[in-house]
């Protein structure tokens, strides 16, 4: 337990500790959305450049098992990890920040704690024992917190929602339990909000002292704060907080809102987070941190030399965090690329006839997708950028619409669709495996043996890429993997008839039977994948088929004039 302010911080290498785990704990105060998430990510960011391996960790206080349920538009993107599991956005963020491949013991529910102790209890288990809350919940998620540990030697946990609701409360009893229990030192790190007033002018710090007095009431002490806020904290009111929630006054850390997530952690390094963490965890002797590469991400990002704007195509598009992964993946393709993204949204059920609505954008990206809201429009967006030869980059459901507009307009294949919005078009050009054709080579249609919720494609797979596509050009490279997330594949059946036509399958699967990226030949730059490469981009890399689209975008603009 981090009971002791500053009691340890004088540290020193703890002997013999040197291959164990070190925890970090991250809870969040007074309001929620404080960017915990990020926090956490950032904090991973500066303890790996200090030469140490950093894992991850997000406890979810909701009872829904996966947020593979859960719309998007609500709740922000599905993010798929590499084993194939439905997490929670924020996992995008640590894979984003810290070169670290979550996996399905990286993020649990209540849903999924709940799940395993009543697995455990109708087997037997617990020997006839009242099954409770404490210690049986708890014992689990202490459980499942050591299973994302693997051999990092820091692992950050993070705790959704905020201190105070019922929902965290046996996520922060295992958390407190935890740290005593643990061989090696435990560090907490409280996330909480400090409002400026505009009209007094004035800053409070009354719902921090608050939100820490809550935590201290669970039994939980936090070694740092992190205070949110418009402006950095004077140092008396760093000293107010300080003494008013037992915490070091060094470490009430001022964490002022900046407009580039990606300078966080050198805002959270100048601010001392990783040298006051290495000392509590008693890993003084990690070297020096270097963020050289973090640098070079802030500094691409100030000086852009050119603009480009992309259209992104989508079902409804209130809630940008539905395609979080995809807003980063470009913004990370402007940084290879020098250029400036703006992303427009445009409301596929709005899109007129012609695709109007698009003219004036040097992109056109139609995004993953479910249901069949919006369907035409995302087909007309196709057919725009292919017939206007404006860059083409369709993701998922991206690259079946492009292939049914591809069959229907150049084909001549009429009314093709996907037998998810049709299940009785003459042309099936995206289906079920299961509906592709049957023993007799006829067209099988969806009955009672292949239903909506067939199996679902999911987690990281194979794919090899054709030699003279343009993908091959821009992976370098001819086999790559990627993350899949879909029930419907590109219909074998019509492959010949639609390549004779013009279309390039520039990617398969490993054993050769499922399309993976498909071309329109003669065209600038038109990709669909079947996979989410969003998934793989990160902003000090980048991602080649995001870079080759802005790449393209850019030169899209420099032609139009
Ligand atoms: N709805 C489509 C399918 O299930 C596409 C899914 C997606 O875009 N992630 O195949």
Not at 478 to 489: N, S, T
């Amino acid at each position: 337990m981090g009971g002791h302010a500053g009691g340890w911080h004088s540290g020193g290498v703890w002997p013999g500790l040197r291959d164990m785990t070190r925890y970090v704990f991250v809870t969040g105060g007074v309001v929620s959305s404080l960017g915990k998430g990020l926090a956490s990510a950032s904090i991973g960011a500066i303890l790996e450049a200090r030469g140490l391996k950093v894992g991850l960790t997000k406890l979810d206080p909701y009872i829904n098992v996966d947020p593979g349920t859960m719309s998007p538009y609500q709740h922000g993107e599905v993010y798929v990890t590499a084993d194939g599991a439905e997490t929670d956005l924020d996992i995008g963020h640590y894979e984003r920040f810290v070169r670290f491949r979550a996996g399905r013991h990286n993020n649990y529910t209540t849903g999924q704690i709940y799940e395993r102790v009543i697995r455990k209890e109708r087997s037997g288990d617990y020997l006839g024992a009242t099954v409770q809350v404490i210690p049986h919940i708890t014992d689990e998620i202490k459980a499942a917190i050591r299973e994302g540990a693997g051999d990092n030697d820091v692992m950050l946990v993070e705790i959704g929602g905020t201190v105070g609701d019922i929902e965290s409360l046996p996520f922060l009893e295992a958390i407190r339990q935890f740290g005593l229990e643990n061989d090696a030192p435990c560090a907490y790190v409280h996330l909480t909000l400090v409002p400026y007033l505009e009209t007094s002018g004035e800053i409070k710090t009354k719902p921090t002292q608050h939100s820490v007095k809550e935590l201290r009431s669970i039994g939980i002490q936090p070694d740092l704060l992190l205070c949110r806020s418009k402006r950095p904290l004077p140092q008396d009111e760093r000293k107010k907080i300080a003494l008013f929630t037992n915490v070091a006054e060094d470490a009430v850390i001022s964490a002022v809102d900046l407009d580039n997530i990606y300078e966080i952690p050198l805002w959270l390094h100048q601010q001392r987070v990783d040298e006051l963490l290495v000392r509590r965890l008693g890993l003084d002797d990690a070297r020096p941190a270097d963020l050289g590469e973090w640098r070079a991400v802030a500094q691409a990002r100030r000086s852009p030399e050119t603009e480009v704007r992309i259209a992104m195509v989508g079902k409804y598009t209130g809630l940008t965090d539905a395609y979080k992964s995809v807003n980063e993946a470009l913004a990370h393709a402007g940084l290879k690329t020098r250029t400036s993204v703006e992303i427009v949204y445009v409301d596929s059920d709005r899109l007129g006839n012609g695709g109007d609505g698009l003219a004036g954008m040097d992109g056109v990206l139609v995004p993953g997708g479910f249901g069949l809201r919006g369907i035409e429009g995302k087909i007309r967006a196709a057919e725009y950028a292919r017939r206007h030869a404006v860059p083409y980059f369709g993701i998922c459901l991206g690259m079946q619409v492009a292939a049914i507009e591809f069959a229907r307009n150049v084909a001549h294949l009429e009314s093709a669709n996907s037998t998810e919005f049709d299940a009785a078009t003459p042309h099936p050009v995206i289906a079920l495996i299961t509906e592709w054709n049957d023993a007799t080579g006829a067209v099988k249609r969806r009955s009672e043996d292949s239903d909506l919720g067939g199996t679902m494609r999911l987690g990281e797979q194979g794919c090899r890429l054709a030699a003279g596509s343009a993908a091959r050009a821009m992976y370098r490279d001819d086999v790559i993997r990627e993350r899949h997330r879909h029930r419907y594949e590109f219909n074998n059946t019509y492959k010949e008839r639609l390549c004779d036509a013009g279309l390039v399958v520039a990617g398969v699967s490993l054993d050769g039977q499922l399309v993976e990226i498909i071309e329109v030949g003669g065209h600038p730059w038109f990709v669909g994948c079947q996979f989410h490469p969003e998934f793989t981009s990160v902003p000090r890399d980048g991602h080649p088929l995001f870079i080759g689209f802005i790449g393209a975008a850019g030169r899209f603009r420099r032609e139009r004039g």
